[in-house]
């Protein structure tokens, strides 16, 4: 069964930072191209970012209002890849998910971030 | 990159259809047969329902299909059902980005 299951949130400060984590099972996640989407509360769905799969190149992307503060990296021993995110912002309050279209399709539950002092 | 649109609500009784459109550029939805459509329940994470503008994922039920004419794609649901009640959300490759839509609530009347 193809899963995602995302970690790391919490409560940070203007300013600071946090990695999330996503471990997926059930497939390799170098091998499917792997996105962050997040939503903040009441409101829809945003893409964050995105890394492909290695055969198109591994190489990441963002959208513009977070490009320069988040990256997305990977460790392919542990099916494992991350959003770091840097200098936050109060919008950046969201819940996080990861997720990949490839495989059938699967997002993670969601973890959520919250910005504020 | 400008979030791709779509009408805020659409309705339809049990057993009809209802139509979803998503509008956007020739540098996302018109531009590339990668348009994904996902169904959101109120508390839950979102669900991948339409890939590659026509694709249905295994487990999917016929019942969703999808289209794109231009810069405009679709999400059909037919013989509707009281379960397929949520928020549906259209998105787009855009070559250096991905993109989605501004979301589209479905009430089963």
């Known amino acids: 069964e193809v899963q995602l299951v995302e970690s790391g949130g919490g409560l940070v400060k203007p300013g600071g930072s946090l990695r999330l984590s996503c471990v997926a099972s059930?497939?390799?996640?170098?091998?499917?191209?792997m996105h962050w989407v997040r939503q903040a509360p009441g409101k829809g769905l945003e893409w964050v970012g995105r890394?492909?799969?290695?055969?198109?190149?591994?190489?990441?992307d963002f959208a513009a209002p977070v490009r320069g503060r988040f990256t997305i990296s990977g460790d392919d021993s542990i099916n494992t890849f991350y959003l770091q995110m840097n200098s936050l912002k109060t919008e950046d309050t969201a819940v996080y998910y990861c997720?990949?279209?490839?495989?059938?399709?699967?997002w993670g539950q969601g973890t959520l971030v919250t910005v504020s002092s | 990159q400008s979030a791709l649109t779509q009408p805020p609500s659409a309705s339809g009784s049990p057993g009809q259809s209802v139509t979803i459109s998503c509008t956007g550029t020739?540098?996302?939805?018109?531009?590339?047969?990668?348009v994904s459509w996902y169904q959101q329940h109120p508390g839950k994470g979102p669900k991948l329902m339409i890939y590659?503008?026509?694709k249905r994922p295994s487990g999917v039920p016929d019942r969703f299909s999808g289209s794109k004419s231009g810069n405009t794609a679709s999400l059909t649901v037919s013989g509707l059902q009281t379960e397929d009640e949520a928020d549906y959300y259209c998105?787009?490759?855009?070559?250096?980005?991905?993109?989605f839509g501004t979301g589209t609530k479905v009430t089963v009347l």
């Open positions: 590659e503008v026509s």
């Open positions: 059930g497939f390799t996640f170098t091998n499917a191209w």
């Open positions: 997720e990949t279209d490839d495989y059938g399709g699967a």
């Open positions: 890394i492909k799969r290695k055969t198109d190149g591994g190489t990441t």
């Open positions: 998105a787009s490759y855009a070559g250096s980005s991905s993109v």
């Open positions: 020739s540098s996302d939805v018109g531009g590339y047969n990668y």
